[in-house]
């Protein structure tokens, strides 16, 4: 198995742990959401016991209300039975009349009654909680505390006269009872409520008389109150009770736990997601520091490596000149100069280069030239534009002719040693592009970014690191950019570098 084929395996591989992560955080959300749905489940439930207990306490209230009308309209009738049996008494002819209708007036000991004329001049009194002496019309307070219910017309031959009459105090403290226990019917309605936020409003749903298990900094903001009580209304339908003649309505929404459970999958993905993100860019920056060391130790070592022997061969050279060999001499000292120069990139790889301002045009047209002499006659070089102009980028000259090498090298290699070379230099106002074609057998569309890892090569004698030093010089140094801008498989392939200005 070659390299290459190992890194398509690795590829391969991190798509088949991307799914496995998926299917782990998705059977995790799904069992979160089968738990929060039980849940959910079991406080509806609690809801709807909730609901039918409240139902059923608003009929025992509504049971005691109507009880307590029937004791008003009984007194009502009482009063009226009175007003009748007091004209019977002064008409009346005989003792045995008069005896009838005084016990129907005496036996009135809890209702009480003002008799008066039409000045409201009060004539008699029964059951009344003042004195009787000291009072002597109907009027002020007294006349609108006696004005709850219409007075009873009682005609006494042929003069009018009224009585006044008011809950007797049993039915006071029988109503005194009902607020109460309606005011009670309501707190155990919001404080029993299963843990929901809950609101008892008024007939119309704008005015709140009760709430539960809202906290107090919220209960006593006034607009969040009528937006949460918007927003019941459209969650849940509200619970319709008839109270005190009146309608009322109970409205409710999921408690914050639930609500708190809804969002948790959502929550607990992306915890997972920022963890697994968090450790990837630790992990990937100290795997780069690594690689960066590895680097930087192997070019130093390099570059220290090919100075001893370089010096030797120096010296063989100055020996061969001085013996008449100076054809020789002369050919060595161009290997040597490009001995000097491969361990000039790899002492610049080492360390942080210096960039200075180089006509970018000048560099290619040396690097291809260099290229041209040392390459099959059957590989052509075409540049689009002539030797003679000038764009000036911030460049390490000799490394970035090593990255024009490698990628013309990749080229011919590709081709079979036949073929053209294109290169299209543009620019604009911040950048320059340099294209560099090829019309060799092409690259996968898979392989496009993979290519540029260490160990990656379709050659059975490569390292697979020349793709890799000219990302390297061309990111790291240059803070340019490099990748494959197409390719077509048997046709070729164009690499594109992109430098700032």
């Known amino acids: 198995m070659s390299i290459f084929d190992f890194y398509n395996k690795k590829h391969r591989w991190k798509w088949l742990l991307f799914f496995t992560f998926v299917a782990i955080v998705s059977g995790s959300v799904w069992y979160t959401n089968t738990i929060v749905s039980k849940i959910a489940r079991e406080e509806k439930k609690n809801i709807t016991l909730w609901a039918d207990a409240i139902h059923r306490k608003a009929e025992l209230v509504n049971y005691t209300e109507k009880f307590f009308i029937r004791i008003q ?6 009063v009226e039975i009175l007003a009748l049996a007091t004209k019977r008494f002064i008409e009346a002819e005989s003792n045995e009349e008069l005896t009838f209708y005084s016990t129907l007036i005496q036996n009135n000991t809890t209702i009480p009654v003002i008799q008066t004329n039409k000045k409201r001049e009060i004539i008699g009194t029964r059951n ?113 009770l008839e109270l005190e003649q009146s309608k009322n309505y109970i409205l409710y929404k999921d408690s914050l736990i639930l609500t708190q459970l809804q969002f948790f999958p959502v929550i607990q993905l992306t915890i997972i997601a920022l963890f697994i993100l968090i450790s990837y860019l630790i992990f990937s920056t100290s795997r780069r520091s690594e690689q960066n060391q590895v680097w930087a130790g192997m070019a130093k070592e390099t570059a220290h490596q090919l100075g001893t022997p370089l010096s030797s061969i120096m010296a063989w050279s100055e020996l061969l000149r001085l013996k008449g060999e100076t054809e020789v001499a002369t050919e060595l000292d161009k290997d040597i100069h490009r001995l000097e120069t491969i361990a000039q990139r790899f002492s610049k790889i080492g360390s942080e280069p210096t960039l200075q301002e180089e006509n970018i045009i000048a560099t290619i047209y040396e690097a291809v030239d260099y290229l041209r002499e040392r390459t099959p006659s059957r590989v052509t070089y075409h540049i689009n534009i002539p030797e003679n102009q000038h764009i000036i980028v911030p460049l390490n000259k000799p490394l970035f002719e090593w990255v024009i090498e490698n990628l013309c090298k990749n080229a011919i290699d590709a081709m079979g040693g ?11 106002e911040k950048s320059v592009s340099i294209d560099i074609n090829d019309t060799g057998k092409g690259i996968p569309k898979g392989n496009f970014k993979t290519i540029f890892s260490p160990g990656v090569t379709s050659k059975s004698r490569g390292w697979g690191l020349g793709l890799t030093l000219a990302q390297r010089i061309i990111r790291e140094y240059h803070r340019g950019k490099i990748y494959v801008k197409s390719s077509t498989l048997e046709i070729g392939t164009t690499f594109r570098i992109i430098l700032k200005k």
């Open 73 to 78: 309209e009984e007194e009502r009738k009482r």
């Open 128 to 240: 009344v909680d003042f004195d009787a002496d000291t009072v002597s019309v109907l009027q002020g307070k007294l006349l609108q505390e006696f004005s709850v219910y219409d007075p009873v017309k009682v005609d006494f031959l042929g003069d009018v006269n009224y009585l006044y009459y008011k809950e007797s105090k049993l039915y006071s403290e029988l109503r005194k009872y009902l607020d109460e226990l309606v005011m009670d019917f309501f707190s155990e309605t919001v404080i029993n409520s299963a843990s929901v936020p809950v609101i008892i409003t008024d007939s119309l749903m704008q005015h709140i008389i009760a709430h539960g298990n809202i906290p107090l900094n919220q209960s006593n903001d006034s607009a969040y109150m009528q937006k949460l009580l918007n927003d019941m209304r459209t969650q849940r339908n509200p619970i319709e």
């Open 418 to 428: 036949t073929g053209a070379i294109t290169l299209r230099i543009e620019e604009d």
